[in-house]
Protein backbone atom coordinates (compact mmCIF):
# COMPACT_ATOMS: atom_id res chain seq x y z
CA UNK A 1 0.00 0.00 0.00
CA UNK A 2 2.39 2.48 0.60
CA UNK A 3 4.25 1.93 -2.47
CA UNK A 4 0.75 2.32 -4.16
CA UNK A 5 0.41 5.67 -2.74
CA UNK A 6 3.47 6.79 -3.77
CA UNK A 7 3.01 6.21 -7.24
CA UNK A 8 -0.61 8.00 -6.72
CA UNK A 9 0.82 11.19 -5.02
CA UNK A 10 3.43 11.40 -7.80
CA UNK A 11 0.65 11.09 -10.71
CA UNK A 12 -1.16 13.87 -8.79
CA UNK A 13 1.55 16.05 -7.51
CA UNK A 14 3.08 15.72 -10.82
CA UNK A 15 -0.09 17.53 -12.18
CA UNK A 16 -0.61 20.32 -9.24
CA UNK A 17 3.31 21.10 -10.32
CA UNK A 18 2.19 21.72 -14.06
CA UNK A 19 -0.21 23.95 -12.48
CA UNK A 20 1.45 25.71 -10.01
CA UNK A 21 4.20 26.61 -12.13
CA UNK A 22 2.00 29.07 -14.42
CA UNK A 23 0.80 30.63 -11.22
CA UNK A 24 4.81 30.91 -9.49
CA UNK A 25 5.84 32.15 -13.15
CA UNK A 26 3.42 34.63 -13.48
CA UNK A 27 3.67 35.90 -9.95
CA UNK A 28 7.56 36.37 -10.61
CA UNK A 29 7.04 38.41 -12.56
CA UNK A 30 3.85 40.51 -12.49
CA UNK A 31 3.54 39.98 -8.84
CA UNK A 32 -0.16 38.54 -9.83
CA UNK A 33 -2.06 35.69 -8.70
CA UNK A 34 -3.49 34.59 -11.89
CA UNK A 35 -6.86 33.33 -10.51
CA UNK A 36 -7.72 32.67 -14.10
CA UNK A 37 -5.01 30.28 -14.53
CA UNK A 38 -7.45 27.06 -13.48
CA UNK A 39 -9.85 27.36 -16.25
CA UNK A 40 -7.05 27.19 -18.65
CA UNK A 41 -6.37 24.15 -17.26
CA UNK A 42 -10.40 22.82 -17.63
CA UNK A 43 -9.98 24.36 -21.15
CA UNK A 44 -7.47 21.96 -21.74
CA UNK A 45 -9.35 19.10 -20.78
CA UNK A 46 -12.40 20.03 -22.79
CA UNK A 47 -10.39 21.32 -25.69
CA UNK A 48 -9.05 17.65 -25.67
CA UNK A 49 -12.44 16.08 -25.58
CA UNK A 50 -13.33 18.26 -28.31
CA UNK A 51 -10.06 17.50 -30.66
CA UNK A 52 -10.18 13.64 -29.78
CA UNK A 53 -13.94 13.54 -30.75
CA UNK A 54 -12.85 14.92 -33.75
CA UNK A 55 -9.75 12.71 -34.45
CA UNK A 56 -12.14 9.84 -33.54
CA UNK A 57 -15.19 11.33 -36.18
CA UNK A 58 -12.54 11.25 -38.71
CA UNK A 59 -11.37 7.44 -38.04
CA UNK A 60 -8.05 8.53 -37.00
CA UNK A 61 -7.85 7.83 -33.64
CA UNK A 62 -8.59 4.27 -34.67
CA UNK A 63 -6.30 3.94 -37.45
CA UNK A 64 -3.40 5.96 -35.72
CA UNK A 65 -4.02 6.59 -31.73
CA UNK A 66 -0.66 7.81 -31.29
CA UNK A 67 -0.89 10.03 -34.07
CA UNK A 68 -4.51 11.37 -32.96
CA UNK A 69 -2.92 11.76 -29.14
CA UNK A 70 -0.62 13.61 -30.16
CA UNK A 71 -2.40 16.14 -32.79
CA UNK A 72 -4.64 16.36 -29.60
CA UNK A 73 -2.24 17.47 -27.00
CA UNK A 74 -0.05 19.90 -29.73
CA UNK A 75 -3.73 21.38 -30.71
CA UNK A 76 -4.99 22.08 -26.79
CA UNK A 77 -1.54 23.40 -25.99
CA UNK A 78 -2.02 26.00 -29.02
CA UNK A 79 -5.34 26.82 -28.22
CA UNK A 80 -4.71 27.08 -24.75
CA UNK A 81 -1.34 29.41 -24.98
CA UNK A 82 -3.56 31.46 -27.03
CA UNK A 83 -6.04 31.99 -24.60
CA UNK A 84 -3.58 32.82 -21.80
CA UNK A 85 -1.86 35.15 -24.07
CA UNK A 86 -4.97 36.82 -25.07
CA UNK A 87 -6.26 37.08 -20.96
CA UNK A 88 -2.90 39.28 -20.10
CA UNK A 89 -3.71 41.59 -22.98
CA UNK A 90 -7.09 42.27 -22.71
CA UNK A 91 -7.28 41.81 -18.65
CA UNK A 92 -3.94 42.50 -17.31
CA UNK A 93 -1.81 44.80 -19.34
CA UNK A 94 -3.89 47.95 -19.58
CA UNK A 95 -3.94 47.87 -15.57
CA UNK A 96 0.32 46.80 -15.39
CA UNK A 97 0.65 50.53 -13.98
CA UNK A 98 -2.94 49.96 -11.68
CA UNK A 99 -2.91 49.53 -8.12
CA UNK A 100 -2.14 46.11 -6.92
CA UNK A 101 -5.91 45.01 -6.39
CA UNK A 102 -7.09 45.76 -9.74
CA UNK A 103 -5.78 43.22 -11.81
CA UNK A 104 -6.66 40.65 -9.20
CA UNK A 105 -10.02 41.30 -9.14
CA UNK A 106 -9.89 41.21 -13.27
CA UNK A 107 -7.90 38.13 -12.84
CA UNK A 108 -10.92 36.75 -10.76
CA UNK A 109 -13.15 38.26 -13.35
CA UNK A 110 -12.06 36.26 -16.44
CA UNK A 111 -11.67 33.07 -14.22
CA UNK A 112 -15.50 33.77 -13.86
CA UNK A 113 -16.25 34.56 -17.13
CA UNK A 114 -14.30 31.52 -18.28
CA UNK A 115 -15.90 29.37 -16.49
CA UNK A 116 -19.77 30.23 -17.64
CA UNK A 117 -18.50 30.66 -21.39
CA UNK A 118 -17.36 27.09 -20.57
CA UNK A 119 -20.82 26.09 -19.32
CA UNK A 120 -23.26 27.57 -21.83
CA UNK A 121 -21.27 26.68 -24.28
CA UNK A 122 -20.82 22.98 -23.05
CA UNK A 123 -23.06 22.20 -20.78
CA UNK A 124 -23.69 21.74 -17.02
CA UNK A 125 -23.45 18.00 -16.97
CA UNK A 126 -20.04 16.13 -16.73
CA UNK A 127 -18.22 15.25 -20.23
CA UNK A 128 -16.83 11.71 -20.58
CA UNK A 129 -13.54 11.73 -22.12
CA UNK A 130 -12.75 8.80 -24.08
CA UNK A 131 -11.11 5.87 -22.50
CA UNK A 132 -7.66 5.12 -24.53
CA UNK A 133 -5.56 4.06 -21.81
CA UNK A 134 -8.55 1.64 -19.84
CA UNK A 135 -7.11 0.94 -16.86
CA UNK A 136 -4.79 -1.50 -18.17
CA UNK A 137 -1.23 -1.41 -16.34
CA UNK A 138 1.19 -3.93 -14.24
CA UNK A 139 1.52 -4.95 -11.05
CA UNK A 140 5.01 -3.86 -9.75
CA UNK A 141 5.79 -4.57 -5.66
CA UNK A 142 2.17 -5.19 -4.56
CA UNK A 143 0.96 -1.80 -6.11
CA UNK A 144 -1.01 -1.87 -9.43
CA UNK A 145 0.49 0.64 -12.04
CA UNK A 146 -1.56 1.96 -14.44
CA UNK A 147 -0.13 2.77 -18.18
CA UNK A 148 -1.95 6.26 -17.89
CA UNK A 149 -0.29 7.20 -14.47
CA UNK A 150 3.33 6.31 -16.02
CA UNK A 151 2.55 8.31 -18.85
CA UNK A 152 1.68 11.44 -16.26
CA UNK A 153 4.63 10.69 -14.22
CA UNK A 154 7.04 10.60 -17.59
CA UNK A 155 5.50 13.52 -18.48
CA UNK A 156 4.86 15.89 -15.93
CA UNK A 157 8.96 15.20 -15.15
CA UNK A 158 10.26 15.61 -18.69
CA UNK A 159 8.22 18.90 -18.95
CA UNK A 160 9.53 20.05 -15.39
CA UNK A 161 13.48 19.44 -16.63
CA UNK A 162 12.74 21.28 -20.02
CA UNK A 163 11.44 24.50 -18.19
CA UNK A 164 13.91 24.27 -15.88
CA UNK A 165 16.78 24.09 -18.46
CA UNK A 166 14.47 26.62 -20.67
CA UNK A 167 14.88 29.22 -17.57
CA UNK A 168 18.86 28.13 -16.76
CA UNK A 169 20.43 28.07 -19.82
CA UNK A 170 18.47 29.94 -22.71
CA UNK A 171 18.58 33.40 -23.79
CA UNK A 172 15.24 33.75 -23.14
CA UNK A 173 14.79 32.29 -20.09
CA UNK A 174 17.85 34.34 -18.50
CA UNK A 175 15.82 37.07 -20.00
CA UNK A 176 12.74 35.88 -17.95
CA UNK A 177 14.18 35.67 -14.89
CA UNK A 178 15.96 39.25 -15.35
CA UNK A 179 12.58 40.31 -15.74
CA UNK A 180 11.68 38.66 -12.51
CA UNK A 181 14.67 40.79 -10.65
CA UNK A 182 13.95 44.27 -12.24
CA UNK A 183 11.90 45.30 -14.93
CA UNK A 184 13.27 48.63 -15.45
CA UNK A 185 16.61 47.40 -15.76
CA UNK A 186 15.74 44.56 -17.70
CA UNK A 187 14.27 47.32 -21.01
CA UNK A 188 17.68 49.29 -20.32
CA UNK A 189 19.43 46.36 -21.41
CA UNK A 190 16.69 45.88 -24.50
CA UNK A 191 14.84 43.30 -23.22
CA UNK A 192 11.17 43.91 -24.53
CA UNK A 193 8.80 43.45 -21.15
CA UNK A 194 5.96 42.56 -22.85
CA UNK A 195 6.96 39.96 -25.49
CA UNK A 196 8.85 38.30 -22.40
CA UNK A 197 5.31 38.62 -19.75
CA UNK A 198 3.32 37.40 -22.86
CA UNK A 199 5.86 34.29 -23.34
CA UNK A 200 5.57 33.86 -19.83
CA UNK A 201 1.62 33.25 -19.90
CA UNK A 202 2.39 30.71 -23.08
CA UNK A 203 4.32 28.47 -21.50
CA UNK A 204 2.32 28.41 -18.24
CA UNK A 205 -0.89 28.06 -20.18
CA UNK A 206 0.68 25.31 -22.69
CA UNK A 207 1.54 23.35 -18.89
CA UNK A 208 -1.81 24.17 -17.72
CA UNK A 209 -3.61 22.83 -20.79
CA UNK A 210 -1.00 19.32 -21.04
CA UNK A 211 -2.08 19.20 -16.91
CA UNK A 212 -5.74 19.32 -17.76
CA UNK A 213 -5.86 17.31 -20.60
CA UNK A 214 -3.55 14.31 -18.59
CA UNK A 215 -6.19 13.94 -16.01
CA UNK A 216 -9.31 14.50 -17.91
CA UNK A 217 -7.74 10.99 -19.49
CA UNK A 218 -6.87 9.85 -15.61
CA UNK A 219 -10.35 10.23 -14.37
CA UNK A 220 -12.43 10.07 -17.56
CA UNK A 221 -14.97 12.89 -16.32
CA UNK A 222 -14.95 16.91 -17.14
CA UNK A 223 -17.16 19.21 -16.04
CA UNK A 224 -16.84 22.99 -16.46
CA UNK A 225 -15.72 23.22 -12.36
CA UNK A 226 -12.93 21.08 -12.59
CA UNK A 227 -10.31 24.31 -12.75
CA UNK A 228 -11.72 26.01 -9.66
CA UNK A 229 -10.39 23.03 -7.47
CA UNK A 230 -7.12 22.14 -9.31
CA UNK A 231 -6.35 25.82 -9.59
CA UNK A 232 -6.73 26.41 -5.91
CA UNK A 233 -4.62 23.17 -4.82
CA UNK A 234 -1.71 24.11 -7.33
CA UNK A 235 -1.73 27.59 -5.69
CA UNK A 236 -1.18 25.86 -2.49
CA UNK A 237 1.21 24.19 -4.03
CA UNK A 238 3.04 26.88 -5.43
CA UNK A 239 3.09 29.09 -2.02
CA UNK A 240 3.96 26.01 -0.40
CA UNK A 241 6.87 25.56 -2.81
CA UNK A 242 7.69 29.62 -2.12
CA UNK A 243 5.29 30.91 -4.76
CA UNK A 244 7.86 32.94 -7.33
CA UNK A 245 10.18 30.05 -7.17
CA UNK A 246 9.82 27.51 -10.25
CA UNK A 247 11.82 24.91 -8.20
CA UNK A 248 9.47 25.59 -5.60
CA UNK A 249 6.25 24.89 -7.54
CA UNK A 250 7.64 21.63 -8.58
CA UNK A 251 8.46 20.58 -5.03
CA UNK A 252 5.47 22.20 -3.59
CA UNK A 253 3.52 19.93 -6.36
CA UNK A 254 4.67 16.66 -5.79
CA UNK A 255 4.96 17.38 -1.90
CA UNK A 256 0.94 18.13 -2.03
CA UNK A 257 -0.11 14.87 -3.74
CA UNK A 258 2.08 12.87 -1.75
CA UNK A 259 0.30 14.28 1.24
CA UNK A 260 -3.01 14.46 -0.47
CA UNK A 261 -2.82 10.34 -1.12
CA UNK A 262 -1.39 9.09 1.84
CA UNK A 263 -4.24 11.11 4.14
CA UNK A 264 -6.92 9.90 1.56
CA UNK A 265 -5.35 6.11 2.11
CA UNK A 266 -4.16 6.44 6.07
CA UNK A 267 -6.14 8.59 7.37
CA UNK A 268 -9.46 9.31 5.46
CA UNK A 269 -10.05 9.64 2.03
CA UNK A 270 -13.34 12.29 3.44
CA UNK A 271 -10.81 14.47 4.38
CA UNK A 272 -8.29 14.29 1.13
CA UNK A 273 -9.03 18.18 0.56
CA UNK A 274 -8.08 19.49 3.79
CA UNK A 275 -4.99 18.05 4.02
CA UNK A 276 -3.65 19.93 1.32
CA UNK A 277 -4.64 23.13 3.18
CA UNK A 278 -3.59 22.06 6.45
CA UNK A 279 -0.21 21.20 4.88
CA UNK A 280 -0.23 24.63 4.12
CA UNK A 281 -1.51 26.50 7.39
CA UNK A 282 1.46 24.41 9.02
CA UNK A 283 4.07 25.64 6.34
CA UNK A 284 2.97 29.06 6.24
CA UNK A 285 3.50 29.07 10.40
CA UNK A 286 6.71 27.70 9.98
CA UNK A 287 8.30 29.12 6.88
CA UNK A 288 6.25 32.29 5.53
CA UNK A 289 7.86 32.35 2.49
CA UNK A 290 7.36 28.44 1.24
CA UNK A 291 9.56 25.27 1.58
CA UNK A 292 12.08 26.98 -1.35
CA UNK A 293 10.88 30.70 -1.25
CA UNK A 294 13.58 33.65 -0.93
CA UNK A 295 12.51 36.46 1.64
CA UNK A 296 11.38 39.16 -1.17
CA UNK A 297 12.06 42.47 -0.79
CA UNK A 298 8.98 45.14 0.24
CA UNK A 299 8.46 47.58 -2.90
CA UNK B 1 25.03 62.97 -31.71
CA UNK B 2 22.31 63.73 -29.10
CA UNK B 3 20.16 66.69 -28.78
CA UNK B 4 17.86 68.11 -26.45
CA UNK B 5 15.07 70.46 -27.39
CA UNK B 6 12.95 72.49 -24.24
CA UNK B 7 12.09 69.06 -22.55
CA UNK B 8 9.53 68.70 -19.80
CA UNK B 9 9.20 65.52 -17.50
CA UNK B 10 7.40 64.84 -14.53
CA UNK B 11 8.18 62.58 -11.91
CA UNK B 12 5.21 61.43 -10.44
CA UNK B 13 3.02 64.93 -10.13
CA UNK B 14 5.79 66.58 -9.68
CA UNK B 15 7.78 68.92 -12.74
CA UNK B 16 11.06 67.21 -12.48
CA UNK B 17 12.33 69.01 -16.20
CA UNK B 18 10.70 72.30 -16.93
CA UNK B 19 12.33 73.39 -20.79
CA UNK B 20 15.66 71.53 -20.74
CA UNK B 21 18.20 72.01 -23.62
CA UNK B 22 21.36 69.44 -23.67
CA UNK B 23 23.60 68.75 -26.94
CA UNK B 24 26.26 66.15 -26.91
CA UNK B 25 28.72 65.88 -29.81
CA UNK B 26 29.73 62.67 -31.13
CA UNK B 27 33.79 61.86 -29.42
CA UNK B 28 32.03 63.98 -26.35
CA UNK B 29 32.25 63.99 -22.46
CA UNK B 30 29.52 66.35 -21.20
CA UNK B 31 28.78 66.23 -17.58
CA UNK B 32 25.52 67.33 -15.76
CA UNK B 33 25.77 68.42 -12.32
CA UNK B 34 23.44 69.71 -9.49
CA UNK B 35 21.92 69.15 -6.11
CA UNK B 36 20.02 66.53 -5.00
CA UNK B 37 16.15 66.91 -7.24
CA UNK B 38 17.57 68.78 -9.40
CA UNK B 39 16.47 66.64 -12.58
CA UNK B 40 19.82 64.79 -13.76
CA UNK B 41 18.75 61.24 -12.99
CA UNK B 42 15.05 61.92 -14.66
CA UNK B 43 17.07 63.84 -17.62
CA UNK B 44 18.64 60.88 -18.47
CA UNK B 45 15.50 58.54 -17.91
CA UNK B 46 13.73 60.34 -20.71
CA UNK B 47 16.49 59.78 -22.75
CA UNK B 48 16.44 55.60 -21.95
CA UNK B 49 12.51 55.98 -22.37
CA UNK B 50 12.18 55.01 -18.71
CA UNK B 51 10.11 58.60 -18.05
CA UNK B 52 7.90 59.56 -20.93
CA UNK B 53 8.03 63.52 -21.46
CA UNK B 54 5.43 65.75 -21.42
CA UNK B 55 6.44 68.36 -24.36
CA UNK B 56 9.73 68.52 -26.04
CA UNK B 57 11.83 66.44 -28.91
CA UNK B 58 14.71 64.16 -27.75
CA UNK B 59 16.91 63.96 -31.05
CA UNK B 60 19.36 60.68 -31.25
CA UNK B 61 21.80 60.73 -34.56
CA UNK B 62 18.88 62.50 -36.40
CA UNK B 63 15.54 60.43 -35.06
CA UNK B 64 13.49 61.62 -32.47
CA UNK B 65 13.03 58.89 -29.62
CA UNK B 66 11.09 60.95 -27.36
CA UNK B 67 8.30 58.33 -28.21
CA UNK B 68 10.28 55.47 -28.56
CA UNK B 69 10.38 52.26 -25.99
CA UNK B 70 12.92 51.70 -24.30
CA UNK B 71 14.36 48.37 -25.55
CA UNK B 72 14.49 50.22 -28.81
CA UNK B 73 16.21 53.12 -27.96
CA UNK B 74 19.00 49.91 -26.23
CA UNK B 75 18.92 48.98 -30.48
CA UNK B 76 19.39 52.21 -31.46
CA UNK B 77 22.58 52.32 -29.71
CA UNK B 78 21.75 54.10 -26.13
CA UNK B 79 22.89 52.33 -23.29
CA UNK B 80 21.82 54.00 -19.42
CA UNK B 81 23.86 52.93 -16.53
CA UNK B 82 21.24 53.55 -13.76
CA UNK B 83 21.59 55.19 -10.31
CA UNK B 84 22.05 52.42 -7.60
CA UNK B 85 23.50 49.91 -10.60
CA UNK B 86 20.72 47.76 -10.43
CA UNK B 87 22.91 44.41 -10.66
CA UNK B 88 20.49 41.44 -11.24
CA UNK B 89 21.09 39.95 -8.00
CA UNK B 90 20.48 36.40 -8.42
CA UNK B 91 21.99 36.44 -11.91
CA UNK B 92 25.59 35.67 -12.19
CA UNK B 93 27.83 37.54 -13.09
CA UNK B 94 28.33 36.28 -16.56
CA UNK B 95 25.09 36.12 -17.00
CA UNK B 96 24.55 40.09 -16.34
CA UNK B 97 26.75 40.08 -19.00
CA UNK B 98 24.97 37.99 -21.01
CA UNK B 99 22.09 40.45 -20.66
CA UNK B 100 24.18 43.43 -21.29
CA UNK B 101 23.84 42.11 -24.83
CA UNK B 102 20.69 40.85 -25.08
CA UNK B 103 20.17 42.49 -28.58
CA UNK B 104 23.18 41.16 -30.15
CA UNK B 105 23.12 37.44 -31.67
CA UNK B 106 26.98 37.13 -30.35
CA UNK B 107 28.62 39.08 -27.75
CA UNK B 108 32.37 39.73 -29.43
CA UNK B 109 32.75 42.38 -26.49
CA UNK B 110 33.13 39.65 -23.71
CA UNK B 111 37.29 39.93 -23.81
CA UNK B 112 37.08 43.71 -24.13
CA UNK B 113 35.04 43.66 -20.68
CA UNK B 114 36.98 41.41 -18.71
CA UNK B 115 40.25 43.46 -19.45
CA UNK B 116 38.77 46.64 -18.70
CA UNK B 117 37.85 45.04 -15.34
CA UNK B 118 39.83 41.97 -14.68
CA UNK B 119 38.15 41.44 -11.54
CA UNK B 120 34.79 40.28 -13.05
CA UNK B 121 36.70 37.52 -14.54
CA UNK B 122 37.26 36.06 -11.84
CA UNK B 123 34.51 36.56 -10.01
CA UNK B 124 32.16 35.80 -13.30
CA UNK B 125 30.11 32.59 -11.81
CA UNK B 126 28.97 34.25 -8.54
CA UNK B 127 26.08 36.03 -8.25
CA UNK B 128 25.35 39.25 -8.96
CA UNK B 129 24.10 40.38 -5.45
CA UNK B 130 26.68 38.90 -3.51
CA UNK B 131 29.32 41.50 -5.20
CA UNK B 132 30.34 44.44 -3.27
CA UNK B 133 29.68 47.73 -4.32
CA UNK B 134 32.69 48.83 -6.53
CA UNK B 135 32.63 45.28 -8.19
CA UNK B 136 28.55 45.56 -8.78
CA UNK B 137 29.84 49.62 -10.20
CA UNK B 138 32.00 47.75 -12.61
CA UNK B 139 29.53 45.04 -13.59
CA UNK B 140 27.35 47.95 -14.30
CA UNK B 141 29.28 49.74 -16.76
CA UNK B 142 30.48 46.62 -18.13
CA UNK B 143 26.95 45.58 -18.57
CA UNK B 144 25.86 48.62 -20.24
CA UNK B 145 29.11 48.58 -23.03
CA UNK B 146 28.05 44.95 -23.89
CA UNK B 147 25.16 45.90 -25.93
CA UNK B 148 28.30 48.29 -27.87
CA UNK B 149 26.33 51.40 -27.18
CA UNK B 150 27.25 54.69 -29.36
CA UNK B 151 26.17 56.74 -26.28
CA UNK B 152 26.73 56.08 -22.87
CA UNK B 153 24.55 57.56 -19.79
CA UNK B 154 26.06 56.97 -16.49
CA UNK B 155 24.05 58.30 -13.46
CA UNK B 156 26.47 59.13 -9.94
CA UNK B 157 29.28 55.93 -11.13
CA UNK B 158 30.81 57.49 -7.88
CA UNK B 159 28.24 57.28 -5.19
CA UNK B 160 28.71 55.36 -2.12
CA UNK B 161 32.37 53.98 -3.53
CA UNK B 162 35.96 53.98 -1.95
CA UNK B 163 37.65 56.77 -3.25
CA UNK B 164 40.35 54.19 -4.26
CA UNK B 165 37.34 52.47 -6.50
CA UNK B 166 36.07 56.29 -7.88
CA UNK B 167 39.41 56.64 -9.23
CA UNK B 168 39.54 52.92 -10.70
CA UNK B 169 35.95 54.01 -12.51
CA UNK B 170 36.99 57.81 -13.54
CA UNK B 171 39.77 56.15 -15.12
CA UNK B 172 37.94 53.65 -17.00
CA UNK B 173 35.06 56.53 -18.18
CA UNK B 174 38.08 58.47 -19.52
CA UNK B 175 40.12 55.23 -21.25
CA UNK B 176 36.84 54.61 -23.16
CA UNK B 177 36.29 58.52 -23.80
CA UNK B 178 39.68 58.04 -25.46
CA UNK B 179 38.72 55.35 -27.41
CA UNK B 180 35.56 57.21 -28.84
CA UNK B 181 32.88 56.69 -26.56
CA UNK B 182 30.53 59.53 -26.29
CA UNK B 183 29.19 59.86 -22.79
CA UNK B 184 26.81 61.76 -20.52
CA UNK B 185 27.75 61.84 -17.41
CA UNK B 186 25.68 62.71 -14.21
CA UNK B 187 27.52 63.41 -10.87
CA UNK B 188 27.84 64.34 -7.08
CA UNK B 189 31.30 64.61 -7.69
CA UNK B 190 31.48 67.94 -9.40
CA UNK B 191 34.80 68.43 -9.45
CA UNK B 192 36.16 65.06 -10.90
CA UNK B 193 33.67 65.27 -13.40
CA UNK B 194 33.90 68.30 -14.92
CA UNK B 195 37.78 68.07 -14.81
CA UNK B 196 37.01 64.99 -16.99
CA UNK B 197 34.35 66.52 -19.44
CA UNK B 198 34.58 68.36 -22.53
CA UNK B 199 31.90 70.28 -21.51
CA UNK B 200 29.43 70.87 -18.82
CA UNK B 201 26.11 71.55 -18.02
CA UNK B 202 24.12 72.97 -14.14
CA UNK B 203 21.03 71.92 -13.49
CA UNK B 204 18.58 73.71 -10.74
CA UNK B 205 14.76 72.96 -10.35
CA UNK B 206 14.76 71.58 -13.43
CA UNK B 207 16.66 74.28 -15.62
CA UNK B 208 19.72 74.62 -16.81
CA UNK B 209 21.39 77.71 -14.89
CA UNK B 210 24.39 77.53 -16.60
CA UNK B 211 26.17 75.59 -19.07
CA UNK B 212 30.52 75.58 -20.96
CA UNK B 213 33.33 74.08 -20.93
CA UNK B 214 34.51 71.64 -17.93
CA UNK B 215 37.26 74.39 -17.38
CA UNK B 216 35.13 77.52 -17.01
CA UNK B 217 32.88 75.66 -15.02
CA UNK B 218 35.01 74.99 -12.66
CA UNK B 219 36.21 78.55 -12.23
CA UNK B 220 33.09 79.84 -12.05
CA UNK B 221 32.56 81.52 -8.71
CA UNK B 222 28.82 80.09 -8.45
CA UNK B 223 29.86 76.70 -9.14
CA UNK B 224 32.44 76.75 -6.74
CA UNK B 225 30.53 77.65 -3.75
CA UNK B 226 27.65 75.68 -4.39
CA UNK B 227 29.35 72.14 -6.08
CA UNK B 228 32.86 72.44 -4.96
CA UNK B 229 32.19 73.52 -1.37
CA UNK B 230 35.02 76.80 -2.05
CA UNK B 231 34.58 79.81 -1.35
Given at each position: ??????????????????????????????????????????????????????????????????????????L???????????????????????????????????????????????????????????????????????????????????L????????V?????K?????????????????????????????????????????????????Y????????????????G????????????????????????Y??????????????????????T?????????? | M??????H????????L????I???????????G?????????????????????????????????????????????????????????????????????????????????????????????????????Q??????????????????????L?????????????????????????????????????????????N??????????????????????????
Amino acid sequence: MFFQQIVNGLTLGGVYALIALGYTMVYGILELINFAHGEIYMLGAYLGIIFLGFFTAIGLTHSNIILALALTFVLSVIFCSAYGFTVEKIAYRPLRNAPRLSPLISAIGVSIFLQNYVMLAQGTTDKVFPHIFGSSGFGLMNARITYIQVFIVATSFVLMIALHLFVVKTKMGKAMRAVAQDKTMASLVGINIDRIISMTFVIGSGLAAIAGLMVAMYYGLVNYFIGYVAGIKAFTAAVLGGIGSIPGAMLGGIVLGLVESFGASYISSEYKDAYAFALLIIILLIKPTGLLGTRSIEK
Amino acid sequence: MLRIEGLHSFYGPIEALSGIDIEVKEGEIVCLIGGNGAGKSTTLMSISGIVRPRMGKIIFNGYEIQRAQPHNIVKMGISHVPEGRRIFPRLTVIENLEMGSFIHKNCDVLNFVFELFPVLKERRRQLGGTLSGGEQQMLAIARALMSKPKLLLLDEPSLGLAPIIVGKIFRVIQELNEQGMTILLVEQNAKAALKLSKRGYVLENGRITLKGSGEELINNPMVKKAYLGES
